[in-house]
């Protein structure tokens, strides 16, 4: 292996998330292999953040500046990105599994020529050829499966959100920031920012939630998400939701949890009315503890659960709410 790339993002609050769990990814790998470690950074914004980059694990960050990058427009993130690797020459390439990042890595593979590896939950060194191995759901989530990369080309691993801890950030840690200045040509440009529209939310995001309180078709309507949405309020927690929930209009679809949903890692994920299919489990297995609440003994959701609570919600979580609110004001 020759070095470990990260294509880190950035957003209005500087460095993202995404960014942070990919190189503890990316310094997981060089345990194994000893490469070093580069986050490239894109955007007028690069150089505020490059310290807090360095202290979460990268050994070099590359930050890279044009007037193209300050819309986050594909093709020139393309190019700029694709000019860090003809400089860095890296035998992997992280990619988040991001709105930015799911179109990144499957383009960047083509211009380079090699194989990518979409929507990992994993990824290692092989100790025998050296060459990574990365996990990924198939057959829609009811299994996974381990891919490696033929030949001995780059290889580019689109990681999905919240599958990595991010590591503790370390000020001691040093690195070198080298500038990049790829000077894109403006005609790469092929399409034109026309607005920007925020949706106010709020509360905690649910993907950063310590707390999150799920409903699924067992709840019976919309009108549930009521007493689910107060229980959220008082843990200081968000709500999340089954795909089936979503497609059935009870509650907007930026509230999914699942393999076509967000990815939770929350310290405590309490489910109500939800059977645990593999295609939700795919997206909160990696929750510290299951709260299951399910008037069906034999519901999947319980061999996944820390603790079980069988009978209806209507009357367990009334109760359980009350005394939720009990132990805060005590």
Known sequence: MGGILVFGELGPDGLQSITAEL??????????????????????????VSQEAISLGADKVYSVQDPLLEDVQIEAQLAGIEDVCAQAQPSVVLVGRTHLGRDIGPRLAFRLGVGVAQDCLEVAVDSGTG????????????????????????????LRPKAVEPLVADSSRTGEVVAVQPALDPSIVRARLVETVRQESEGVRLEDAPVVIGGGRGIGGAEAFEMLEELARVMGGAVGATRAVCDAGWIDHSYQVGLTGKTITPDIYITVGISGASQHMAGCSASKNIVAINRDADANIFKAATYGVVGDWKNVLPSFLETVRELINS
């Open 23 to 48: 190189l503890a990814a990316a310094r997981s790998l060089n345990e194994s292999s000893g490469d070093e470690v580069a986050v490239a950074l894109l955007g007028s914004g690069a150089d505020a």
């Open 131 to 158: 060459r990574l191995i990365a996990t990924r759901p198939v057959y829609g989530g009811n299994a996974l499966a381990r891919f490696t990369f033929p030949g001995d080309g780059a290889q580019i691993v689109v």
